[in-house]
């Protein structure tokens, strides 16, 4: 379906209806946050209620958008009706994602709701909606919105292309990744002419950290060891964390940190983050498919961003994760030289 054919599809759908549940992907990223917020100011400027869902701590991201209001979290998805002001039926609209599992909280929404419709850009097989557009291209969700209201010729007020331009920024690293194109920069260039503080939103996005992740993060670069072929690992105890008077799953960004090191090819993060399992989170510059070696223990993710989960001890793991990663280096240079 080209994007004019959804506009009107998206267009008739807010017509129709008058209160309208939305829910990104659990865990909320920037992306995620940004696009449901941008839509529920959309849906309230037609003077019709919006109210967002999130399974996670979305606060990073809300706190520096205009409020909207959000299901409580003791709350379940079908006694969302009672919530809304005007009545208790609503319509439910799925973002950044297609696949009601992945909302975790909202996964029975469409079953309760009136109807639903999808806007994602992730590469996906299911049409789970009643109404489903994917742009598995475009580099952020809010990207694809973006171009949607513009063909429905919705005004884009300043809070709404603050929360656009933080959700593109966020998927495309601050207009650094190879998603980023020319249109991505078009609409940037719109959304600054609006009125929105670019400078404030990628120092935040991407320059700010919480005093005890800085700490987190010293605290795993002196346990940090960089192997021959620019393999770079960092492992991090139970102990290490409570040294630190934090948890391991508050150091969540280090091994983006990690990867940024120049002599790094890929970033291994091993936290310990219960008695005897391990996270790792790994990353990769250009010549490590880490989706790969992560399949190899369990887990996956994107060929330049993956993880896993496992029980072996820190060390057997760290050596076996080595192996994984050199025999892959070796075989690349074995194809270079025939
Ligand atoms: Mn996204």
């Not at 983050?273 to 399949?295: F, Q, T």
């Amino acid at each position: 379906m080209s994007r004019e054919e959804f506009a009107h599809q998206l267009n008739r759908f807010l017509h129709r209806y008058d209160r309208f549940l939305i829910s990104g992907h659990i865990r909320p990223d920037g992306d995620s946050v940004g696009v449901c917020t941008a839509l529920a100011l959309c849906i309230q400027q037609m003077n019709k209620e919006a109210m967002l869902v999130f399974d996670g701590d979305a606060s990073r991201y809300t706190q520096i958008l205009k409020p909207v209001p959000a299901l409580p979290e003791e709350a379940s998805v079908s006694e969302a009706g009672r919530y809304f002001k005007s009545g208790d039926t609503f319509a439910f609209i799925m973002l950044d994602c297609s696949e009601p599992e992945r909302t975790g909280r909202a996964a029975d929404a469409i079953m309760v709701a009136e109807a639903s419709l999808t806007i994602d850009h992730h590469v996906t097989s299911k049409e789970a909606a009643d109404f489903n557009y994917v742009e598995s291209d475009t580099g952020s969700t809010c990207e694809v919105l973006y171009a949607l209201l513009r063909l429905m010729q919705v005004p884009i007020t300043l809070p709404i292309a603050t929360a656009l331009f933080m959700g593109a920024a966020f998927d495309t690293g601050g207009f650094r990744h190879s998603n980023t194109t020319a249109d991505t920069y078009r609409m940037a260039a719109d959304l600054k002419e609006k009125g929105v503080d670019s400078t404030f939103l990628l120092n935040y996005l991407f320059h700010t950290r919480k005093f005890m992740e800085a700490r987190a993060l010293s605290q795993s670069l002196k346990n940090a060891k960089l192997y021959e072929g620019g393999i770079l690992i960092s492992c991090m105890q139970q102990r290490d964390f409570f040294m630190l008077g934090m948890h391991a799953k508050e150091a969540d960004g280090v091994v983006g940190n990690l990867i940024e090191i120049e002599e790094a090819e890929v970033a291994c993060y091993l936290r310990e983050i219960e008695d005897g399992v391990i996270r790792v989170n790994m990353r990769s510059k250009s010549k490590v498919d880490v989706a790969r070696i992560a399949a190899q223990f369990g887990g996956g993710g994107h060929v330049r961003a993956a993880g896993c989960t496992s029980e072996l001890p820190m060390l057997l793991l760290k050596q076996q994760l080595i192996a994984a990663i050199r025999a892959q280096l070796d075989s690349a240079d074995d194809k270079k030289e025939r």
